[in-house]
């Protein structure tokens, strides 16, 4: 019972609000707090044994499910908490430096305009980059060290950061969520 995925928590006009565990999402569904359904896909969560008849009881869960919630509109407005793992996510695992792909445990947060000469922690300053990339980055910008950006940093709206931040997201949880993903140009301008 306990590897039940996540399930995509809506509000009532539809905007992703967030992951819930499925203990959750049953009492949601238990107090008739869930508005509409919308996945393609279902969870079913087995309960104890009726000493009457002698069934187990059951309820069948959605992948993903509205709540009479309106704060879904204020909510895609907000930017999302940076983490280095959203952030590792959503850079790819590359170093936005060199280019190579790395483990988790092998990256680091670097700041575009450092932290040290009024660059801030945010998704908009803050980059991907292995440990010797950062290194030889040090204290300076990217022009100042000689290292182009491979990629402009963004901050994800709130369905990218929760395509970022589930491990198991499932198909059509995914599928859902991308209808939200803001296209963009993330390469680096080009010379003409």
């Known amino acids: 019972m306990h590897n039940h995925p996540l399930i995509l928590k809506l509000d009532v006009g539809g905007i992703p609000l967030d992951w819930v565990h499925w203990e959750y999402a049953a009492t949601l569904y238990c107090n ?12 079913t969560i087995q309960g104890g044994i009726n000493r009457e008849t002698g069934r187990r009881s059951s309820l069948e869960l959605d992948t993903i499910i509205a709540v009479n919630d309106k704060r879904g ?9 940076l983490s280095n793992r959203a952030l590792f996510h959503r ?3 590359l170093c936005m430096y ?3 792909r790395f483990k988790h445990s092998e990256l680091t947060r670097d700041h575009v305009i450092p932290t040290s000469r009024g660059g801030p922690d945010d998704w908009t300053n803050c ?3 292995c440990g010797a990339c950062n290194r030889q ?6 022009e100042e060290a000689g290292q182009p950006l491979l990629a402009i940093p963004y901050a994800p709206n709130r369905a990218e950061y929760l395509i970022l931040s589930n491990r198991r997201i499932l198909g059509d ?6 209808q939200f993903v803001t296209r963009r140009d993330r390469g680096a301008p080009s010379a003409a």
């Open 32 to 43: 008739e707090k869930v508005a509409w359904e919308g996945g393609g896909e279902r969870i």
């Open 91 to 93: 850079d790819g695992h």
């Open 173 to 178: 949880q995914q599928a859902f969520l991308e």
């Open 73 to 81: 509109g204020r909510l895609m407005s907000l930017v999302p908490p």
């Open 98 to 100: 060199c280019g190579g």
């Open 137 to 142: 980055k040090s204290n300076r910008t990217p």
């Open 127 to 129: 980059v991907t980059a």
